[in-house]
């Protein structure tokens, strides 16, 4: 999914978390200012991204850096006494959304894994599962910003 393609999704994602919430008769429906803070804050994501490391100086990703934007919208929805804050499953849910595309890309990429390897992966302990996974995980995102560092250093 293109950066362009991501942060649409997540506006209309967004879209979503607020037709749901307003719907809703268990939780209070969130003021729509909520709701375009989250959106611009998403907007707000791509801008300086590139300048943006961590503390290793290795890039940041957009979707880290989309989740620093909406726990910045969340802090700011606290701390605004003009406006109500908005139950915490408003934030959760754009949370919850990353991790979900997240799980998607990683079901992906031990797809292949499997298929490239003629693997079958059904096969492999709910325990020793979870460790790979975890371990994926980290190795992944280190690889990831490895190559996007080399990238940037050469140009990009």
């Known amino acids: ?5 991501f ?3 997540l506006v209309k994602h967004a879209d979503k978390v607020k037709e749901q919430n307003k719907k809703s008769s ?10 375009k803070s989250m959106k611009q804050k998403i907007k707000d994501a791509r801008d300086g991204i ?4 961590d503390s290793k100086g290795k890039p940041i990703g957009l979707k880290e850096r989309i989740r620093q934007k909406m726990q910045e919208a969340r802090r700011e929805n606290e701390e ?4 109500k804050t908005a139950p915490s499953s ?8 990353i991790e979900q595309l997240d799980r998607q890309r990683r079901a992906r990429i031990f797809k292949q894994i499997a298929e490239e390897y003629v693997l079958d992966l059904s096969e492999v302990p709910p325990r020793e599962m979870a460790k790979i996974k975890s ?4 190795d992944f995102d280190n690889l990831m910003k490895n190559y ?3 990238f940037k250093k050469a140009g990009a």
């Open 148 to 150: 996007a560092y080399k």
């Open 1 to 5: 999914m293109g950066k362009g393609k």
């Open 26 to 35: 268990r939780q209070e429906t969130a003021q729509a200012e909520v709701f």
């Open 80 to 83: 605004d006494p003009k406006v």
């Open 50 to 53: 590139r300048d943006q490391v």
């Open 90 to 97: 408003v934030y959760d849910s754009m949370d919850n959304r």
């Open 135 to 138: 371990s994926f995980t980290k």
């Open 7 to 9: 942060l649409d999704f």
